[in-house]
Structure formats: C-alpha cells, structure tokens
C-alpha cells in the first residue's frame, strides 16, 4: 500500500473558488475527480478541518492530503514474459507481442498482459488499470507506455487527451494505394454487432483521424505508415476499411484473401497463413512526465509480419508491376 502525504496553501487567488477547483490546480499530479472523492473521504483536509468538494475557500488555508491508496486492481499476478524496451521509476514502455489481450474481461479473465504487469511490479495494483493508459488490440503487435505512480498515470492521460503522445503504426492493406491522405471520420459502436466498430455520423460516432501515407506498393496490397491523431477502438482498422482498404488478415474488418495473377506458392501461402490484422505499432513517442525529456521508442515489426512483406516483394519483382 502507498500513502500520499502532501501539504500547501491555498493561494489568496483562489478566494471565492471551490475547494475542489483550487485543489485540482494545487495538486495537477492527480486528476480532478480522484481529489474530489479524496475530499470526501475527508483525506483532503483545510485547517486539519473535513471539507466539500463545493466549499468556498477565502485563501491562505492550510490544505494536507494524507491518503492510503487501496488496490484498484484485483486481478492476480501471473509470470508473463513481457519485452521492456524501457523501465524507469514512473514508467516503463514494453514491445506487446500480438496474441497478448491487454485487459481481462469476458472471455480472457487470466493471462493478459494485465496479470502480468501485476507480477513484474505488484505495486501497480494501487493504480487504475494497472497503471495501462492506451491499449492495443489483442492481434495488433508494438509498444505501449504504462504508468507506475498515480501522479505519472495522470499525466500521461492528460498527454493522451491532447494527442501529445505520438502513436505510429505499420499495416499492409488490401489493393495498391497510389498516395497517402487523412480520413477524419467518426466512429462508434456498430448498430449491428456489438463486437464492430464503425465509421458513425457526429451524433452518434466519436472524432477519430488518421494519417496515413505509402510505403511500398505490391501488385495486389499497399504497405502503409499510419499516425494516429486519435485514439479510438479500431480506429485503424475501421478507417482503412472504410476507405476500401482492410488490413490483411483482419478477421472483423477485412476484405477477405486478395491474390495477385500468377501468385506462387510462397505468397498463396503467406497471405493464406496471416490470420490476424497485419498492423504493427512500431514507434512510440511523448515528453517524460516526471523529467520533461523527450522520449522516442522503436520496435522492429514482428517475424511473421516481416514474413509477409518479404513474400510481397519477391512476388513484385517476379512480376514487376502492381495489378491495376
């Protein structure tokens, strides 16, 4: 268990304003909602009084949070490898291979990646969701950043909130792509299978933009660089097919096998055996919360995934043109 022990004084400037409002700005480490509940908990105190979130302050009153901090987590430690590409004491950045569910939930309540951050630091239990603040899909590979105090896990949502962390990601698509662009469309739960996302009108879907430009182009599939602006559920996925574009392999989304005239053996066979999305979240980067340097992670693409983009190119320059 973490105790939170901390003090100051209301500034003169915050005469008139509500202790919830002022203490939000007096202590920006932890987000507004978790003081408000501290606040009544009476673990935020003024004068060594309880208070109301909603109480008027006059300034200069003494404000102590002395707080324990409850597991959040209750799922069980589980000895998972996990590839760490970076571990420091606020965060720490890891290579998520695909096949790995990050949350436990209906279907997956042990074994994720989840359980087995809890057994590489068990103090992790003390934060929301393990200290996880983005997620990928269970069959997307690549880097994620998680937080391991609460002041980093705030922090780091706030950066996520005002699209300050940098998320790109490799895919290969069905059809050859002649340039990049942008497709900014909304996006929300699909009205016809609750496991879908789709692309939905501003009422009812939320923003989601993504960038995308051409890497290399096959004779039946395009492989892409993508940034997200965003960060909704299957935003990628969703975008790209929505665009006429599916990811190879992408069991909800995609376009079903796609193979070019005269394909050999080798490429029937890689296309055929991909059976997850073919998307890669390889290159991760954002302002360390806790000492303001700027961070940039990279991860190889994973050996199937490079597999498939081989099996692509040597199929183009046995053909030497796309397929129109």
Known sequence: MTTIRQQAEVPLSAAGRRFDQALAEMFPDYSRSRLSGWIKAGAATLDGAPATPRQLLRGGERVVLDVELEAEVHSQPEAIALAIVHE????????????????????????????????????????????IVHRLDKDTSGLMVVARTLPTYTALVDLLSRHEVERQYEAVVLGTMVAGGTVDQPIGRSLGDRLRQAVRDEEDGKRAVTHYRVRERFRAHSLLQCRLETGRTHQIRVHLAHIGHPLVGDPLYGGGLKLPKGASDGLVAALRGFRRQALHAEKLSFVHPATGEALSFSAERPADQQALIEALRADLAEHGAADD
Not at 106 to 112: S, V, Y
Not at 114 to 130: I, S
Request: aromatic letters at 0%; a negative charge.
């Open 88 to 131: 420091d004491a606020d965060l720490l950045v890891l290579d998520k291979p695909a096949g790995l569910v990050v949350h436990p939930g209906a279907g997956n309540p042990a074994g994720t990646l989840l359980n087995g951050l809890l057994h590489h630091d068990p103090q992790l239990a003390e934060l929301p969701r393990a200290g």
